[in-house]
């Protein structure tokens, strides 16, 4: 079994917690990780039996180039995201029936029980298409706007990971 992790970063929290969760998942399954704009969403990546999405919430759902513009403004010097999660799901077709899906998050801690995340946001568009759940979405937490992550939040990001391929496994064997 194969999966690949596809995650979106600004200030290297959520690629932090996206290395975390493949190293999880590599417990179980074959793994690679690649950052959202280095990969078009080709049948390379779509071929993967489990597809791991993540990003960071941007006023309460995925980033759009207007909040990634906001971000490297924060850090003088960084460059400007062409491409995150959002655009990269807009891409891909509508038919990955066969799949499996799961979707994470980084958000700031403060504002953990208001509404909208980017990991739900992305979740509803990976069931339309056509990804079964492999698990609800998660979301993992930042000290602030920049980080860094809360304490514990990476080896939470790995037994997720682990439990990510498990559960994955399980699907698969059910199913052949």
């Known amino acids: 079994m194969e999966a690949v992790v596809i995650y979106e970063s600004m200030f290297g929290n959520t690629a ?11 417990e179980q399954v074959d793994v690679r990780t690649v950052e959202v704009s280095s990969t078009p969403p080709g049948d ?7 597809i791991v999405i993540g990003g960071p919430t941007h006023a ?8 990634r513009e906001e971000a490297a403004g924060r850090r003088p010097g960084s460059p400007v995201v062409e491409r995150g999660i959002r655009e990269w799901l807009d891409a891909i077709a509508d038919d990955a029936s066969g799949r499996f899906g799961a979707t994470f998050d980084t958000r700031v801690k403060t504002v953990k029980h208001l509404p909208g995340s980017a990991a739900r946001a992305a979740d509803r568009v990976v069931r339309r298409r056509g990804l079964s759940p492999a698990d609800s979405p998660h979301s993992f937490y930042v000290e602030g706007m920049e980080g860094p992550l809360c304490p514990g939040e990476v080896e939470r990001a790995r037994e997720w990971g ?15």
């Open 16 to 26: 932090e917690i996206a290395r975390a969760v493949s190293e999880g998942l590599a």
């Open 44 to 50: 390379d990546v779509l071929g993967a039996d489990l």
């Open 60 to 67: 309460f759902g995925m980033s759009r180039p207007a909040s």
């Open 162 to 176: 682990r439990e990510l391929g498990r559960t994955a496994l399980l699907a698969r064997q059910s199913t052949s």
